[in-house]
Nanobody, 124 residues
Framework: QVQLVESGGGLVQAGGSLRLSCAASGRTFSSYAMGWFRQAPGKEREFVAAISWRAGSTYYADSVKGRFTISKDNAKNTVYLQMNSLKPEDTADYYC?????????????????WGQGTQVTVSS
């Protein structure tokens, strides 16, 4: 069974940075794609970024492009989300997800496994 465990969330002032980590275990992830999503209170879950495990191709939501960077460490089976220039509207629970489609996708239903989430709060 695949397990995804996020960490790195917290409280930060606007303009600050945080790095989220997603440690994956239970399977060989070389054929997976990984994504980060977020959900603010009262809102639907939205796509943030995705990366293909094998090729390292990346894809970002327009709202975070140029501020967030998704990366991976194959040896550690870990995916990261570096978040810079944070804004109050980035406040949300952030979730890591894995899909066996091998294609990076922004659609939550394409993902097979989800972490428990980590909270990010950006104060103004």
């Amino acid at each position: 069974q695949v397990q995804l465990v996020e960490s790195g969330g917290g409280l930060v002032q606007a303009g600050g940075s945080l790095r989220l980590s997603c440690a994956a275990s239970g399977r060989t992830f070389s054929s997976y794609a990984m994504g980060w999503f977020r959900q603010a209170p009262g809102k639907e879950r939205e796509f943030v970024a995705a990366i293909s495990w094998r090729a390292g191709s990346t894809y970002y939501a327009d709202s975070v492009k140029g501020r967030f960077t998704i990366s991976k460490d194959n040896a550690k089976n870990t995916v990261y989300l570096q978040m810079n220039s944070l804004k109050p509207e980035d406040t949300a629970d952030y979730y890591c997800a894995a899909t066996t489609t091998m294609l990076i996708t922004a659609t939550p239903n394409d993902y097979d496994y989800w972490g428990q989430g980590t909270q990010v709060t950006v104060s103004s």
